[in-house]
């Protein structure tokens, strides 16, 4: 029986944790020697995109009803053509919304959050992020019917080209309680959560005024902007940007620091990374002891170095 | 207009995680518990519809009585009364059951919850109490305004935001955003004082079926000793992202 996946797309295009999700699909589908059937609803992208991960059925939903999003209609339209105990779903907010719901529909168990392959598939066991990154937990499935959410940037997304083929289905599903009123998009702007680079500013930069050399390392690294929990509290940077444990949970390549001291809650959500570098002009800030390279000294003069050097390297 | 929070019992957000030493467990020894913090801007939000427009609203938490202190701190903020279900709940799964239960029975208009609890962060309660009831769900709530039958919920999408327009009941999950952290509510005294008399109703459980269990738990392992790079030697620090770490 196929692996399902669930790959999201924004107005049509598929976003990269939809190629992680059939990645991570595929992988789960290796360990039983299944296939992976992958569900999108309304993609203009073109399928191929997803046989390069894996995929070895597409099944289009096509339904104007679902131009826009609503977790219980996009729960209903999904569990009409799944077909299998193993769903794959990516980890982001809508997908995480849509997950929930359609556990309940199936009957199915729900482990959120995971971070690798299963370590068992009868019972369904595997490894999950809890905690707010600060643990682990080994998460076992009751039953046999699994829906899974694939954290962000924790498998990564793995060629592994197939064969494929599609097939369009056509729904029209109910969706009657929610209604769009309006929808704003900041284009060319970097999803923070899918980003591999991420550069991140505190405290330490005295004002909102000072965030163009932020943007402008971020720029030169194709990174994502960050903030900690204070300077979102005083609005000097929204609330979208602040990474922590009620903001947002990241897991980039690389996390850059600077003029953020490091507390328990703000590591917690950046403890991920796989790369960790702090600049700080205080050399007993805690974030010292969790990172991999460290800079003490002033960001002003540090940063714009910095952006040059990278600028150069990067030709 | 009857509104239901939903409140987890979570370690203080300065807690060191520690497990059991067979790894069974979380070690609850030496944690101080507090409202689920995503929770408290949905408690914030109901207790300012509560004041805008006279609606009741309760708390709910699926707990064994040690999570009590939290719900008393929650009628401290000004939640109308309380209802506990004596559960150590297990799952998300088991969760959602048992709000759902005590929502079904209570007629409410709007069920508010944080879209994650920071401790097992499953994320999955609220959308599971959505499909439970049959009612339309918004994760990740940053707005929201009542209107009688309808509410206006603004959502964050990756990269933006989205205002809807829900049917009521709806199950709303709010984040940082639904309010702002200025405005969370600290208990006054007054607050503290009537929260002793407030009802707290203690309801049995309705189920014992879980879907997922923590089999063992692990810590993060320690990162390496930091790699002190001089400020006046930028180069090195280029040089070990690009050729050690290669991450650039």
Known sequence: ?315 | MKILVCISSVPDTTSKINFTADKSAFDKNGIQWVINPLDEFALTKAIKLQESQGATVTVLNVGDAVTEPVIRKALAIGANDGVRVNLDPKDSYSTAKEIASVAQNGGYDLILCGKESIDYNGGSVPGMVAQLLNQPFVNASVGLDVNGAEATAVREIEGGKETISVKLPAVIAGQKGLVDEKDLIIPNMRGIMSARTKPLQVVEPTSSEVKVQGVSYDSVPARAAVKIVSPDNLDELVRLLHEEAKVI
């Open chain 1, 1 to 315: 029986m196929a692996v399902f996946v669930y790959a999201e797309n924004i107005n049509g295009v598929y976003k990269k944790a939809a190629f992680e999700a059939v990645s991570y699909a595929k992988a789960v589908a290796d360990q039983a020697g299944d296939t992976v059937t992958v569900i999108s609803v309304n993609p203009t992208d073109s399928s191929d995109l997803l046989y390069k991960y894996g995929a070895t059925n597409v099944i289009n939903i096509k339904d104007e009803g679902l131009k826009n999003f609503s977790a219980k209609a996009y729960a209903q339209a999904v569990s009409e053509v799944v077909d299998g105990n193993i769903l794959v779903f990516p980890h982001t907010t809508d997908a995480s919304s849509v997950a929930p719901m359609l556990a309940i529909m199936k009957n199915y168990s729900l482990i959120t959050n995971v971070l690798e392959a299963p370590e068992s598939q009868a019972p369904f066991q595997v490894k999950r992020k809890a905690f707010s990154g600060k643990g682990f937990m080994h998460a076992k499935a009751e039953g046999t019917g699994v829906i899974l959410t694939v954290s962000q940037n924790a498998f990564g997304v793995k060629e592994n080209a197939v064969s494929g083929s599609e097939e369009v289905k056509n729904l029209s599903v109910a969706n009657e309680d929610t209604k769009v009123i309006s929808h704003e998009q900041s284009s060319g702007k970097l999803d923070l959560k899918e980003a591999e680079v991420v550069v991140s500013a505190g405290r330490g930069l005295k004002g909102p005024e000072n965030w163009g050399m932020v943007e402008d390392l971020a720029n030169v690294l194709g990174a994502a902007t960050a903030c900690s929990k204070p300077v979102s509290d005083i609005g000097w940077r929204p609330h979208t940007e602040h990474v922590g444990q009620t903001g947002k949970a990241i897991a980039p390549n690389l996390y850059i620091a600077i003029g953020i001291s490091g507390a328990i809650q703000h590591l917690a959500g950046v403890n991920s990374s796989k790369t960790i570098v702090v600049i700080n002009s205080d050399a007993e800030a805690p974030f010292f002891k969790s990172a991999d390279y460290g800079v003490v000294g002033d960001a002003f003069q540090i940063i714009p170095a910095l952006t040059e050097k990278i600028k150069a390297l990067k030709g």
